[in-house]
């Protein structure tokens, strides 16, 4: 891959335009054309999203995007209420698995974090209602990488909110990388092949 005349595009094989930041392994740039910034309205995959992103911390995204796979398996595809039901023997499971992640303190907050989704959609409806309220009135496109922002008013306010519910491993910054792969940001930037294809699903998306 090539870098744009304007250092903020890389510029495939196949002659797109895309975000810098998923470089040149095969299945990051996979990840970044058919996923990243798509909306999704699930609750199972919004909350597995949360857990991995949880895992994240500290790690880089690749990482957990190669073990992908292997954390779906871990945790029963992240069925909310299977998680839920997880308990020591379960915690023991995944200390042992050399697939995932081996944090005690990330696998016990991803079984804390179910239980608390399952109060947060009986108080809510879903899970996804109340992610997407967090939607801010789109910014101008960026055009680089330093353009986008780190965490934003509607990232503070949904980690607060979790927070307060009994979430954790999911601070603002972790947040706002949430919604921007979640689309409820769409943080492709300027020229990029997939930014229109993710506005036009955005567009198109009935909102929980």
Known sequence: MAQDDGGALLVGADG???CPWCGQDPEYIRYHDEEWGRPVGDDQRLFEKICLEGFQSGLSWLTILRKRTNFRSAFADFDIERVARFGEADVARLLADAGIVRHRGKIEAAIGNAKAALKLREAEGSLAGFIW???????PAPRRLSDVPTQTAASKALAKELKARGWRFFGPT????FLQSMGVVNDHLEGCAFRSLCEAERAAFQRP
């Open 174 to 177: 972790t947040a706002y990388a």
């Open 133 to 139: 309220r967090f939607e801010e009135t789109p910014a």
């Open 16 to 18: 797109l335009a895309r």
